[in-house]
Nanobody, 122 residues
Framework: VQLQASGGGLVQAGGSLRLSCLASGRTFSTNGWFRQAPGKEREFVAAMRVGTTRYADSVKGRFTISRDNAKNTVYLQMSSLKPEDTAVYYC????????????????????WGQGTQVTVSS
């Protein structure tokens, strides 16, 4: 099983980026995005499972998580980007039922991608 994140880059404040996470080896019902800025802990950004999405307060209304089942790919559409969104973004996937009510708990995700850098300039 492998998760491969892509789509990061350098963008000006107010701009947009779309991150992709391709899963190979199996499909997952629960997918999430987390990010880690320098010197900070990895934090929850967004997650989804069947019929449910959840977002961190800091990205609500600006980021959208979605999935293309035919491509086994999860996306994170990021708009109105701010310098404080600068971080390495990681996609994750989980299979445990414990995750269903704790989508923001990174310890419950078993699979992680390698991370993609997002830099937002002011």
């Amino acid at each position: 099983v492998q998760l491969q994140a892509s789509g990061g880059g350098l963008v000006q404040a107010g701009g947009s980026l779309r991150l992709s996470c391709l899963a190979s080896g199996r499909t997952f019902s629960t997918n999430g995005w987390f990010r880690q800025a320098p010197g900070k802990e990895r934090e929850f950004v967004a997650a989804m499972r069947v019929g449910t999405t959840r977002y961190a307060d800091s990205v609500k209304g600006r980021f959208t998580i979605s999935r293309d089942n035919a491509k086994n790919t999860v996306y994170l559409q990021m708009s109105s980007l701010k310098p404080e969104d600068t971080a390495v973004y990681y996609c994750a996937a989980g299979v445990s039922s414990l995750i269903w009510s704790r989508l923001d708990d990174k310890s419950l995700y078993e699979y992680w991608g390698q991370g993609t850098q997002v830099t937002v300039s002011s």
